[in-house]
């Protein structure tokens, strides 16, 4: 059974980091591309950071460029978002995802499995 658990979200100041977890079970995170996607209240679903399966190959959304790093430990089965220069903007819950290839996925239905979300809030 696939199971994706999202932790490390919480309360930070604008301008501060926080590192997101996501521990994968039931599948092999190396054979699928992973990503965070992230949904504030009145706003659209948004992908923030994927990771291809072939060369860790990378890629993020305009708003979150040079700030966010994805990364993954094939050893653990766990996927990461280290969030740094935090903004108020960057407010909502995180929700980690497993694609149905090793490719990027490119809308929803690519998607085949999502954690149940973690919330971050940037606020002083």
């Known amino acids: 059974q696939v199971r994706l658990v999202e932790s490390g979200g919480g309360l930070v100041q604008p301008g501060g980091s926080l590192k997101l977890s996501c521990a994968a079970s039931?599948?092999?995170?190396?054979?699928?591309?992973m990503s965070w996607y992230r949904h504030a209240p009145g706003e659209e679903r948004e992908m923030v950071a994927t990771m291809a399966s072939v060369g860790g190959r990378t890629n993020y959304a305009d708003s979150v460029k040079g700030r966010f790093t994805i990364a993954r430990n094939d050893t653990k089965n766990t996927m990461y978002l280290q969030m740094n220069s935090l903004k108020p903007e960057d407010t909502a819950v995180y929700y980690c995802?497993?694609?149905?290839?090793?490719?990027?996925?490119?809308?929803?239905?690519?998607?085949?499995?999502w954690g149940q979300g973690t919330q971050v809030t940037v606020s002083s």
């Open positions: 039931g599948f092999t995170i190396s054979r699928f591309a």
């Open positions: 995802t497993a694609g149905r290839s090793g490719l990027f996925p490119r809308r929803i239905a690519d998607i085949d499995s």
